[in-house]
């Protein structure tokens, strides 16, 4: 059975060329416009539940990078590249995170695999918070 040969519709158009002349192609769709809001004021009625408070964006973010290690379980042994002194006494990482959370850290991210700061903190943990 022979294949049949197909042309390479998204190679051409990645490569900017085409085959089907452009007088030939259908007009493009141009989408509907929109609809102005009235300038009136709502009405209100004593059933209507207030409005939701709008999420204000934070103005920036602070980040913290953990890498964890392990002695007797896995413990914080790096923060943002400064060695934790006596990491071996830290408390252990599932402890650790708890603090970190009610400090307002919200994880943003984990890898693993490549020591980024000693021999062997093969785990980091990234973390965010809104600026304060």
Same mark, same amino acid.
């Given at each position: 059975? /022979?294949? $049949? *040969? @197909?042309? !390479?519709?998204?190679?051409?158009?990645?490569?900017? %060329?085409?085959?089907?002349?452009?007088?030939? +192609?259908?007009?493009?769709?141009?989408?509907?416009?929109?609809?102005?809001?009235?300038?009136? /004021?709502? $009405? *209100? @009625?004593? !059933?209507?539940?207030?409005?939701?408070?709008?999420? %204000?964006?934070?103005?920036?973010?602070?980040? +913290?990078?953990?890498?964890?290690?392990?002695?007797?379980?896995?413990?914080?042994?790096?923060?943002?590249?400064? *060695?934790?002194?006596?990491?071996?006494?830290?408390?252990?990482?599932?402890?650790?995170?708890?603090?970190?959370?009610?400090?307002?850290?919200?994880?943003?991210?984990?890898?693993?695999?490549?020591?980024?700061?000693?021999?062997?903190?093969?785990?980091?943990?990234?973390?965010?918070?809104?600026?304060?």
């Amino acid at each position: 059975m /022979a294949r $049949k *040969e @197909t042309p !390479d519709v998204l190679g051409e158009v990645l490569a900017g %060329v085409s085959e089907t002349p452009a007088a030939t +192609l259908p007009p493009a769709a141009t989408p509907p416009p929109r609809r102005q809001r009235s300038a009136r /004021a709502p $009405k *209100e @009625t004593a !059933d209507k539940a207030e409005p939701a408070p709008v999420a %204000v964006a934070p103005r920036g973010w602070d980040y +913290l990078v953990v890498s964890f290690s392990e002695y007797r379980g896995w413990r914080p042994r790096f923060i943002n590249g400064q *060695e934790v002194r006596n990491w071996m006494h830290a408390p252990l990482i599932h402890d650790y995170l708890a603090q970190l959370g009610e400090d307002g850290w919200e994880m943003a991210g984990a890898g693993g695999g490549k020591a980024m700061y000693g021999a062997s903190d093969y785990y980091q943990a990234f973390f965010k918070r809104p600026k304060r």
